[in-house]
């Protein structure tokens, strides 16, 4: 029995000590696989930390190395690797859009060369033409002359020929007669005395008519001695032209110094301008930089406040950490008290074994069975011994262990305490900075806390003046908006007037001119009309004489006519005695008809010469038509053109006036969206701050989350420790219940074996009895304590929950705020994607203009001493204004006093070419001319058919005006070569004046000769003559006519020219301004580029802080996780020793 009992004892125990041993070692790998997963974290964590420490450390030394500032400033612009390539690009287009700009302005400088060249041979032309003009109307009048005097030798001519044809005639009739004659002879001969008597009267005449062609002579030398005096005139007036024309240069020169010195003016005006424009946009920095001083002040309050509530959770924390440790020392007590009493039960134990041994040595006489028993006792004794011994030397490692342990975390804490404590001083230090500014603050503070009482009364008023005055200071800024508007309005209009004022006196220098030109032209018209009147009384002189020359030839005529009668009559009589004389006078005859022929053959020439040199004539006549046709053709092409310029010019300055209405409703939308832009940049700011304490607030929820989290984590690792704790108290229970059914056995075998030890039995099951009860003891305690932990765990959850659900709803009401943040985030962003591209334009523009940005800064300063001058000149500026417009009202009135006078001019000049016209259309007969004007003018009325239809393709043409411009001065110097060509015809018909004057002396020489042959074809002569001479007129006045029309046209290009060279620096105005506008727009370009590199850096430094705010709060989350669980494993080891404890 008792082999069978020993034997399943050392069974069951090596089965416990088996099973012990297994589930130690499953427990042992859990926790190692469990530790070393969290070592593994710990050690990632250690190495991150480490190497962000290492990475900020490097980064605060490197921050204000001056390459690191350059870099994060050169950062921003490194937008991507190809940058190079685009820089490269842009510098290329550059470089061609300067050589563009070069070669355009090289051609800018050709044609302004060009332009002054064409205008200086214009204004040669036009004097020329003057010239011209001047000479075309004296030849006219004196070609006009000798027209009459030529058409009057070709009437003689022709009547001539008739006469000579007669005079064949009647030659043949002679001859034939001339034997009756011959009878006749003898009574002829008293006829001849009378007819020598009636050639008497008939030479009386002639030398009447001599005295008469005198006197025309004379009167042509006089016209003569008169063109020669305007040619003189000419001569003094081109000198004063000459004279005109230099001042006028000078005038010129003049102008432009002036007009460079207004530039540079304007140009320092601007420069002034925009220096007070970068003074108050410095101004409104500076009240930016305050607004940001005040927001960070108001941060650092409330990172001061922030800190001083982490100084107190540390503090409190700190506190919680001294009580666990507290109690930790407390239980290290109990455990320490725990195993004295082990200690002294083992002593008591080891007494009862000693006086069990005692007691058994006494009784000697034991069995074999007894000292079996006692071998089995004192081996039970050895294990109990050797367990003692190693749970001995378990309590003393753990206690060592508890004790590094608690001098590790004692360090550390006491690490952190001096961290805390330094973190504390310089928060102390800060806090006693702060508190000098907060006293300084507070005083002040103090001071409106006693005004406040009183101010609180006048608060409900003051919020309606205050939003009354928020009213008004809206209408101040849109009224200082409308102030700037128009002040830049006021501007252009000051530039456009001071333009206009110089136009103006350009104008009035130019109509004085033109006064004294019209002046003089007045004066000359004058003596050419008080000339022309002696003429006319010459011509009415000469006609009324010619009148009565006429009638006097027919009575000459009609006793000529009855003489012719009488001879007739007495040819009859005479014919028998002409046929006797025949014989007598044949030899006569025969050479009177020889010399006749003779004079006719060279009439015949003459009278070839004369119609080849007409032909000639006529044949320039048609060319100077056609050229006339074709410069009217052209005129009416240029004029044409005019009116397009003109509607051209009508439509760009309306679009000149609706761009400027666009520009300035854009100028409003601008500074309207710039002030959206500074609401928006403002509302960004204070949303940004918002999202950061949101930000601060949603991480400082995490945290706490995290916090919440690990500390359920703990909390069920604690359950899950507890509860393993509560099987091992259940298997220890168990165990208890086996030893006490074997110590029962035992007590049973003993009772049975050993009735002598019965004493010592119930003394061991007195012992048995204490155990069970301190068993209960524990059992109540592990009870009460699980009931404890329960009813925490409880409340832990509960307020877990509450967290939780407050936490969640923190978390809906920040996911709705983040939402709304994204929100405006992506609102932001894509409002920051349009200014990064409208940066990225500005950084283009912003490159070139930091170059100018050097020059303006040295120029800032002197613009500010020239600022006070600058407004004082401006002032006079203003005086000067008024004074200008006084002027050009003065100016004005006399302008159109000037314009009165001119229209009084022109219609005198009018009515006496209106006079002239009816003296030309009473001399001559113009049916051809106007049966061709009429030809000409069904010409012109298709042609003006064509061309209204032709003006629908016009408006396409309206871009090539500058070309046919340029034909058009092309054109002017061909009208000018033409002129020339003009010129050259009249000196050639000088000439053939000159020669149809040799040909009249001559015929005067045949006519005396002929007068004696027949006085007859005379009359008739010159009636041809007289009508000649008024075609010739007729065409010479077509021709002035002509030269009138292609003057008109010359002006008409002149006028062009100038509309066209005002266009062109209108343009360049134009262009001055809109450089203006971009050189303003590229400075408000750099204060956007200021304010963003501003904020950039504003946002880099709270970054910087924020990430070492989350470094700090890491770094102490990290503590806390590690002093955590450094104390579960002290919890764990305290109950691993309390286990130990229960089971012995």
């Not at 650092?300 to 100084?311: A, F, T």
């Not at 128009?486 to 109509?511: D, H, I, Y």
């Not at 012719?564 to 005479?574: F, H, T, V």
């Not at 001119?902 to 005198?908: F, N, S, V």
Request: net charge negative.
């Amino acid at each position: 029995v008792f082999f069978k009992a020993g034997l399943l004892g050392t069974l069951e125990e090596m089965r416990d000590e088996k099973l012990a041993s297994l589930v130690t070692m499953t427990q042992a790998l859990c926790r190692g696989y469990v530790m070393r997963k969290e070592f593994v974290k710990m050690m990632e964590r250690r190495e991150s930390i480490y190497s962000i420490q290492y990475n900020i450390r490097s980064f605060m030394n490197v921050k204000h190395w001056p390459w690191m500032k350059l870099y994060f400033k050169i950062k921003p612009l490194l937008k991507s690797a190809e940058t190079e390539k685009e820089m490269v690009a842009m510098k290329e287009n550059y470089e061609k859009m300067k050589e563009d700009l070069a070669k355009a302005l090289a051609k800018k400088k050709e044609l302004e060369e060009k332009m002054v060249s064409l205008l200086q041979e214009k204004m040669t032309f036009s004097c020329k033409n003057l010239k011209t003009s001047l000479m075309l109307r004296r030849d006219v009048k004196g070609s006009s002359k000798t027209d009459c005097q030529e058409e009057k030798l070709e009437d003689e001519c022709s009547e001539l020929k008739k006469d000579i044809d007669d005079l064949e005639l009647t030659l043949a009739k002679v001859e034939k007669e001339k034997h009756a004659t011959e009878n006749k002879v003898k009574n002829l001969t008293e006829e001849m005395a009378s007819q020598d008597e009636s050639i008497a009267k008939l030479t009386k005449e002639k030398k009447a008519l001599q005295e008469a062609h005198q006197q025309t002579l004379d009167d042509l030398q006089a016209e003569e001695d008169k063109v020669n005096t305007l040619t003189k005139a000419k001569t003094k007036l081109e000198q004063q032209v000459d004279d005109l024309e230099g001042s006028l240069e000078q005038e010129k020169k003049l102008r432009m110094d002036l007009e460079r010195a207004k530039r540079k003016l304007e140009g320092d005006l601007k420069l002034a301008q925009e220096s007070i424009m970068d003074l108050e946009n410095e101004k409104q920095q500076s009240d930016e930089k305050i607004k940001k001083k005040d927001f960070e002040m108001s941060q650092l309050l409330s990172k001061i406040e922030d800190e001083q509530s982490l100084g107190a959770q540390l503090q409190k924390k700190i506190k919680e950490l001294q009580a666990r440790i507290e109690e930790l020392e407390e239980e290290i007590e109990a455990e320490r008290a725990a195993r004295a009493k082990v200690e002294k039960q083992r002593a008591d134990l080891s007494r009862e074994l000693e006086e069990i041994s005692e007691r058994l040595e006494e009784a000697g006489g034991a069995t074999a069975a007894q000292i079996e028993m006692n071998k089995k006792r004192e081996a039970e004794f050895q294990k109990l011994r050797r367990d003692l011994e190693e749970s001995t030397l378990q309590h003393e490692a753990t206690a060592a262990a508890l004790r590094k342990k608690q001098a590790d975390s004692v360090a550390e804490l006491g690490e952190q305490i001096d961290n805390l404590q330094r973190v504390k001083q310089k928060l102390e230090k800060e806090k006693s900075e702060y508190k000098m500014e907060i006293d300084d603050l507070t005083s002040n503070m103090e001071a409106v806390a006693k005004a406040k009482a009183n101010l609180e009364k006048m608060c409900r008023t003051l919020e309606d003046q205050l939003s009354e005055i928020k009213t008004k200071s809206d209408e101040n800024v849109r009224q200082l908006n409308d102030m700037n508007a128009q002040r830049a309005r006021l501007q252009t209009e000051n530039g456009e007037f001071s333009r206009q004022l110089e136009e103006k006196e350009a104008l009035v220098s130019q109509l004085t001119r033109g006064k004294q030109a019209y002046t003089q032209q007045i004066e000359e018209l004058k003596r050419h009309i008080e000339e022309e009147v002696k003429a006319k009384n010459a011509l009415a002189h000469a006609v009324q004489s010619a009148r009565h020359d006429c009638d006097l030839l027919r009575e000459q005529y009609e006793e000529e006519q009855e003489a012719k009668a009488e001879l007739q009559r007495g040819m009859s009589k005479a014919n028998s005695e002409v046929a006797q004389w025949r014989t007598k006078y044949e030899t006569d005859a025969i050479q009177r008809t020889e010399e006749l022929e003779e004079s006719k053959k060279k009439l015949a020439q003459r009278l070839q010469d004369a119609e080849e040199s007409i032909e000639a004539v006529n044949s320039k006549c048609a060319s100077l038509e056609k050229t006339k046709q074709r410069l009217q053709g052209e005129v009416e092409d240029l004029m044409i053109d005019v009116e397009r310029a003109n509607s051209l010019a009508a439509n760009l300055d309306k679009k000149q006036r609706n761009f400027d209405k666009v520009l300035a409703e854009w100028k409003q939308k601008y500074e309207e969206s710039q002030a959206e832009l500074e609401g928006a940049q403002k509302e960004a700011r204070s949303l940004s701050t918002e999202l950061f304490k949101m930000k601060n607030s949603y991480e400082e929820a995490l945290d706490h989350l995290e916090t919440l989290k690990r500390e359920n984590k703990n909390l069920q690792q604690e359950i899950s420790d507890l509860t393993e704790q509560l099987g091992e108290t259940g298997k220890s229970i168990h165990e208890l219940e086996k030893a006490k059914k074997t110590v029962e056995s035992e007590k049973s075998e003993i009772q049975t074996a050993l009735e002598e030890a019965e004493g010592t039995l119930e003394h061991e099951e007195s012992k048995i009895l204490r155990v069970q009860l301190e068993l209960n003891q524990v059992k109540s305690e592990i009870d009460r304590k699980l009931a404890e932990k329960d009813e925490e765990m409880e409340q832990i959850k509960r307020n877990s929950q509450r967290v939780i659900d407050s936490m969640q709803s923190t978390l809906d009401s920040e996911v709705r705020s983040r939402n709304d943040a994204l929100r405006v985030k992506k609102k932001m962003e894509g409002d920051l994607n349009e200014m990064e591209v409208q940066l990225s334009h500005a950084n283009r523009q912003a490159a070139e203009a930091q170059k100018q940005l050097r020059n303006v800064q040295g120029q800032l300063k002197d613009a500010q001493l020239h600022l006070d001058e600058a407004v004082r000149g401006q002032e006079d500026m203003k005086e000067q204004v008024a004074m200008v417009e006084r002027r050009n009202n003065l100016m004005q009135a006399e302008i159109e006093e000037l314009r009165a006078a001119l229209e009084q001019t022109e219609r005198g000049r009018k009515v006496a070419e209106q006079e002239l016209v009816d003296a030309s259309e009473r001399v001559g007969l113009l049916h051809s001319q106007n049966t061709s004007l009429i030809n000409t003018k069904k010409k012109l009325e298709a042609d003006l058919v064509q061309v209204q239809g032709e003006v629908d393709d016009a408006v396409q043409e309206a871009r090539n005006a500058e070309e046919k411009a340029k034909k058009a001065i092309t054109d002017a110097a061909m009208m000018a070569e033409e002129l020339k060509k003009e010129q050259d015809t009249s000196a050639h018909l000088e000439r053939m004046k000159k020669n149809l004057e040799v040909t009249v002396k001559d015929l005067q020489h045949r006519l005396d000769e002929a007068e004696s042959l027949a006085m007859k074809g005379g009359k008739k002569q010159l009636q041809k003559l007289e009508s000649r001479v008024r075609e010739l007129e007729a065409e010479v006045e077509a021709e002035q006519r002509r030269g009138a029309d292609a003057v008109k046209g010359v002006r008409k290009y002149e006028r062009r020219v100038k509309e066209l060279t005002y266009q062109t620096e209108e343009d360049k105005k134009n262009v001055i301004r809109l450089q203006d506008l971009v050189d303003k727009l590229q400075l408000k370009v750099k204060a956007y580029k200021r304010q963003a590199e501003e904020a950039e850096e504003q946002a880099n430094t709270h970054l910087s802080r924020y990430r070492k705010v989350q470094h700090e709060l890491e770094e102490a989350q990290e503590r806390a996780d590690i002093s955590e669980s450094q104390v579960n494993k002290l919890r764990a080891k305290s109950r691993d020793a309390g286990k130990t404890k229960d089971e012995e």
